[in-house]
């Protein structure tokens, strides 16, 4: 084994140096879809699936 065969069988290199440890960074919560959002949203699926959007049935409960 060559002396470079041994420095590349220590370690994957991940740009720290010693023992650091990058930052992790944190991910910030896709905003909330609102409710014309969320409509548009299931028009445009409901289309391209071929089926028949929903639609809110008001009646009176039994």
């Known amino acids: 084994m060559t002396a470079l065969d041994r420095l590349l ?3 994957i290199p991940d ?3 010693g023992d ?3 930052a992790r960074r944190r991910r910030m919560p896709p905003p909330p879809w609102t409710a014309d959002e969320q409509a548009a949203h299931y028009r445009e ?7 028949s959007p929903l639609r ?3 009646e009176r409960a039994a």
Do not use: D, R, S
Request: charged fraction near 15%.
């Open 9 to 11: 069988a220590e370690a």
């Open 45 to 51: 699926l409901a289309e391209a699936l071929g089926v």
């Open 15 to 17: 740009g720290t140096f």
């Open 20 to 22: 650091a440890v990058p």
């Open 56 to 58: 809110v049935v008001e």
